[in-house]
C-alpha cells in the first residue's frame, strides 16, 4: 500500500503538529514544513500522515491511496 501525501501551503500556518507526529515525513526548510518524500509505504508513516491530518488546524494535509494497476 502506498499514499501520496501533499500539503496546501495557502493554508498551512507552520503550527508544526505534522512535524513533531512523524519527523521521517515532515521536515522543517527555511522556517517552513515540507514534505521529505510525498509517496509513502512504511505503514507507520501511512498512520502518522492520518493523524497528522486530523491534528492539523487549518486542513492543509491531504493524502490518498495510489492504487496499483495490476
Not at 500500500?1 to 519527523?23: F, G, H, P, Q, R
Not at 509513502?40 to 496499483?68: F, G, R
Request: hydrophobic share 35%; charged share 25%.
Amino acid at each position: 500500500m502506498k499514499y501520496i501525501v501533499d500539503i496546501d501551503y495557502s493554508k498551512c500556518i507552520n503550527c508544526l503538529a505534522c512535524y513533531l507526529i512523524n519527523k521521517n515525513v515532515f521536515s522543517i526548510e527555511n522556517n517552513r514544513i515540507i514534505i521529505k518524500n510525498n509517496i509513502i509505504s512504511s505503514e507507520e508513516d501511512i498512520e502518522d500522515i492520518k493523524t497528522a491530518a486530523k491534528a492539523c488546524p487549518t486542513n492543509a494535509i491531504y493524502y490518498q491511496e495510489i492504487l496499483d494497476k495490476d
